[in-house]
């Protein structure tokens, strides 16, 4: 005779005749938890006080965001307006449904109810923080909209008659601080230029040195690995400017100059992949007209998003069989559009 079957989690003990269930570790349980997606865990929160305590906790925040990796959490922040009269919302798209749904189904956005867009201007999100501008008081905020977490405001950012030209917003890894960085010009007199570094937490703006480049190519710096990085033009060539958060200082990256990536390139750059221009390049538009894609996102089987910027759409780029798909939206893209990570994060100071 076969030997029978033995369930893998035994029952602990037995009450009327009713079976109570396995009680698991708390570490085990942690383990579990720490690698499911942010809604789910909101709505776990309810399971018992001590889920709630354990899902509020912050080193479990830290650690959740070290292990949360994949799509599920990640999405696309913007603002948009359906009409010119009507105001600004915040919305996201959830990338998961751009990736796993018919190309024909149009995706729709999620607004956030929870913030007056109407007095914060969106400039970045990194590890699910939205950096927030007040209009009026020109301070800044953070705001994690998936648990409505609000940071104190920050001292003002940019006196008056003074206007941000360039800015860029991180996280500083080594003295666990989110940072600010402002280029600042007068606004009477535009030759005048200041700039500034908040450490959210502080009671004051410091002043550093000044941004070295008086043009860069884009308005807000790209946050990697505790840097921000601008496109900038250095003698008719462009070259990367980074912005080291923690030594808060600046330096070169030169572009590659060839497939290989040395001759002269600081840092050896490797190819991640090749998209052909042919794919994308639309008939409709002049031989002259600038095209540019910009890669969003990359998963684990090799479908990376797009954006189509002089189509103003998404493009979904099979990078094993060259095929792409457009995805239907039911929202025109704005000029910015940065990927938002969904977390747990609430910083305290």
């Known amino acids: 005779m076969a030997a029978q079957t033995q369930p893998l989690l035994q029952p602990t003990a037995t009450i009327s005749g009713q079976l109570l269930s396995p009680t698991l570790p708390e570490e085990l349980i942690a383990n579990i938890l ?33 292990f949360d990796t994949t799509i599920t959490n990640q999405q696309l ?17 959830d ?17 956030f ?39 104190k405001r920050s001292p003002q950012v940019n006196p008056l008659h003074w206007c941000i030209s360039y800015c860029g917003f991180g996280y500083d890894q080594i003295d666990d601080k989110y940072k600010f960085l402002a280029v600042l010009k007068n606004l009477d007199n535009f030759s005048e230029t200041l700039t500034k570094i908040y450490t959210f937490g502080e009671d004051s703006c410091k002043t550093i040195q000044n941004f070295p480049y008086n043009y860069a190519v884009q308005f807000l710096g790209e946050f990697v690995s505790g840097t921000l990085n601008w496109l900038v033009r250095s003698n008719q060539s ?7 958060l923690n030594k808060e200082t600046y330096r070169e990256v030169l572009l590659p100059q060839n497939d290989v990536g040395e001759d002269g390139v600081v840092e050896s750059w490797t190819k991640l992949m090749i998209i052909p221009h042919e ?35 998404f493009a979904l780029y099979n990078l094993n069989t060259g095929g792409v798909v457009y995805p239907s939206l039911s929202r025109t893209l704005p000029k910015y559009l940065p990927v938002h990570r969904e977390s747990l994060l609430s910083p305290q100071w």
Request: contains cysteine; charged residues 20%.
């Open 34 to 66: 720490v690698r499911l997606p942010v809604r789910s865990l909101l709505q776990f929160k309810s399971v018992s006080k001590s889920w709630k305590t354990l899902i509020s906790d912050p080193h479990f925040a830290n650690t959740h965001l070290r």
């Open 77 to 93: 922040i913007f603002y948009s307006s359906k009409t010119e009269e009507e105001p600004y919302n915040i919305l996201t798209y």
């Open 95 to 111: 990338l998961k449904p751009l990736f796993e749904e018919n190309p024909s189904t149009c995706v729709k956005p999620v607004s």
């Open 113 to 151: 109810t929870s913030l007056n867009t109407n007095k914060y201007c969106l400039l970045d999100s990194c590890n699910g923080l939205l950096c927030l501008l007040d209009k009026s008081q020109r301070c800044l905020r953070l705001f994690n909209p998936s648990i409505n977490f609000k940071s």
């Open 238 to 244: 462009l070259t990367i400017l980074s912005f080291d």
């Open 279 to 313: 794919k994308f390049r639309s008939n409709s538009l002049p031989a002259y007209h600038p095209w540019i894609v910009e890669p969003l996102f990359i998963s684990e089987n090799g479908v990376v998003l797009l954006r189509d910027i002089p189509a103003s759409k």
